[in-house]
């Protein structure tokens, strides 16, 4: 089972004004082959699906403690994208709908996003094409999938840093810049898995791609206060059988931070999941919000 907590794993910067091409940007990190829709569902079915579960916890552990991050990292991309993705102003719920205040959005590269949705993330790549199973791998075979699974992490990695290269925009870039640390962190998570399993280094091949973090600058925080040398059970009491393969005397990589890694309680400390604002010209969530506004608030007086 989950608990889910009101809280997004990293805060987010408020976007100075509406851009809906950076929030098509980062449709690919939800759901393209390598976004977090890709990681989410290789890991949760492996983990629903895992053979031997006692004999192999600290695998199992692994596996399932870093599918739990993955609800939250989709979490994340998709409030950037609706954070990004609310037309090209700030209609007041008195909008002229007759004035075409959104005439931008007909050039807009994922209008559909807008159209359809309310500016609302979908788990579909940066072209509109729908995320699917055909991205998910569960063999059954242990060292297959945690290769596959470190094959998916390094993907995602050269994904995230194309599309931080794409943007200038400080929501988008805040986005990458966590991913890519967490990343990183499951790229050498797995790595290490394989070598308790086969001898082999495989951590030797990262970073992949081969470029060091500290060339990010919004990665320097988390790489600060140590985020790279961290994995979240994201439970009280179950999955600390990992330990054995990611603290175990085990360090940073090279180029990181120095420190030994560590198994961490619970959950990152996150941040406040920002307010979307109305859109009224989209009827998002009405175009007349009064009554609607009346109910929520006589809902929630009846709740306290």
Known sequence: MFMRIDKLQAALPEPKKPDPNAAAALQELL?????????????????????????????????????????????????????????????????????????????????????????????????????????????????????????????????????????????????CGYLLVRGSVHAHAYALALKKLTGVEIEKMLPTPNINLDRVPECQKYLNEGSHRRLYRFSPNDYKEMSGIWSNDEVALPGDPPGNLEVVEGHPEGGKIPELLGNYGAFAPDYAPEEIFDIASKLYKKSR
């Open 31 to 175: 759901g393209g082959k390598y976004g977090e829709m890709s990681t989410l569902g290789n890991y949760m079915f492996q983990s629903f699906n895992f053979r031997n579960k006692t004999k192999l916890k600290p695998f199992y552990s692994l596996v399932s403690s870093i599918f739990a991050e993955e609800l939250g990292h989709v979490e994340l991309v998709s409030t950037g994208i609706s954070m990004l993705n609310c037309g090209p102003g700030d209609p007041t719920p008195d909008v002229d709908v007759s004035e075409a205040p959104f005439n931008e959005m007909q050039g807009i590269r994922l209008a559909g996003s807008f159209l359809s949705n309310g500016g609302g993330a979908l788990p579909m790549n940066s072209n509109a094409a729908s995320w699917n199973m055909d991205m998910v791998t569960t063999t059954g075979n242990l060292i297959i999938d945690l290769l596959h699974n470190f094959h998916l992490e390094c993907g995602a990695r050269i994904h995230k840093l194309r599309v931080y290269e794409t943007m200038t925009e400080p929501t988008g870039r805040e986005v």
